[in-house]
């Protein structure tokens, strides 16, 4: 039974450190605001301001597990929702920050000794802005008063009695300079200025909200991307893995194949004691090749000896026509190379090159390492002296070589090669150049 895959999340430690940038940004930019209008960064607002942001952040934060309920939505409904949603959560915010600043006094934050005397007086308008700030608008020094008014009849005789003034009104607006203030019954006027400055703040904050909850998508956007990039690089390594076990197990078949024509060809000559000792070597040279992973690398000494296994398999079939020689340097013993990499070379040299002539043979493998321009390679030859078969010649001869092509792509991509041909001076020979790797094997013979 397969599980399911489990959907990408924005981890929480991005989530809160996306709320902390954000509410330490309006944090500053708030101050900073006061700052420039001519308000001193007095502890009492910065300190009920932080309270604010660190309240604030809490309370978006509780609201995260309702934004992943909509990480498999459309674009769609997560707008409608968040559109929505957002009201609430900024009415909420616009609160806390009416709670907060609703204790302030205006005189310990703000003023000198003749600003705080005007303001008990009443002589002053006290407001906050969107950002929880306290707004002081001093009077203007008052106009000199206007010369008294005289009736008439009054005028004639002589007598200066000041004209009887308008009487109160329940609401009179005054202009000093360009503010103007309203005065209207006192608790009416408070509560009504209270839920006015709250949702002044509403409104500010609603577009905060909404400014977070399109970050937390994007950061969302980038985790699935992140997601997706992972599953595509297992999915190219499980597909590249499989591809090597079957570029791999494709090389068993074949050489079982022709061992097994060998094996008859014993059997029916009557040669049983050369079959029985062609099966015990057969049998050894499967129990170390089945033993690994195929798309492990080996050692190249054990690669070799593998190779010194199929020789004395074949030499039961033509004990005086093979010949081989091991060149092996020092140095690369321990390089780590495709496990039977080297089998389908052998076995085209003893088919092409051995079977094909009356003439002992000789086959070699010689293993050294070359300086390059990307680093050191290894570069391993498996050559004969036979007649020299040609690459077109038959289709069993191009498998083997295609073979070890598409392994070493598959394996190195562009950093391996392959080269082979006839040798100038008779046979055939294939050049194997590879990074070369000194790391511990994963396959022992």
Known sequence: MTQAVPYPR???????????????????????????????????????????????????????????????????????????????????????????????????????????????????????????????????????????????????????????????????????????????????????????????????????????????????????????????????????????????????????FNTLNSLSALVMTGKQDDAEEMLQTLSTFYRRTLSGDPTTDMRLEDEIELQKLYFAIEAVRFPNRLLTRIDLDDAVANAMVPGMILQPLVENSVKYAVSATREPVTIAIEARREASLAGDDLVITVRDNGPGASLTKTEGFGIGLSNVRDRLRARYGDAASMTCGKRPEGGFATVLRLPLDLGVSSVRG
């Open 10 to 256: 924005v981890p929480a430690r991005l989530v809160l450190a996306s709320l902390a940038a954000l509410w330490a940004c309006y944090f500053l930019v708030a101050s900073l605001r006061g700052a420039v209008m001519g308000f001193d960064l007095a502890w009492p607002i910065l300190s009920r301001r932080l309270t604010i942001c660190v309240l604030s952040m809490l309370v978006m934060a509780a609201v995260w597990p309702l934004l992943q309920m909509l990480d498999r939505k459309s674009n769609g409904v997560r707008l409608a929702v968040v559109l929505v949603g957002a009201l609430p959560l900024a009415l909420v915010l616009s609160v806390i920050n009416d709670t907060i600043f609703a204790d302030i006094e205006v005189p310990q934050a703000f003023g000198d000794k003749e600003d705080q005397a005007a303001i008990k007086a009443g002589n002053v308008r006290i407001s906050r802005d969107e950002a929880g700030n306290i707004l002081v608008d001093l009077p203007k020094p008052p106009e000199p008063p206007a010369p008294p008014t005289f009736s008439s009849s009054e005028a004639e005789d002589g007598a200066a009695v000041p004209a009887v003034p308008p009487p109160p009104q329940d609401v009179t607006a005054t202009r000093n300079g360009s503010a103007i203030t309203i005065h209207t019954s006192e608790a009416l006027g408070q509560e009504y200025g209270r839920w006015a400055a709250i949702a002044d703040t509403a409104f500010g904050r609603y577009f905060l909200v909404l400014a977070w909850v399109a970050l937390y998508f994007a950061l969302a956007k980038a985790e699935e991307a992140r997601a997706a990039e992972r599953r595509e690089g297992e999915y190219r390594r499980a597909a590249e893995a499989a591809e090597l076990r079957s570029l791999r197990y494709q090389v068993n078949p074949h050489f079982l």
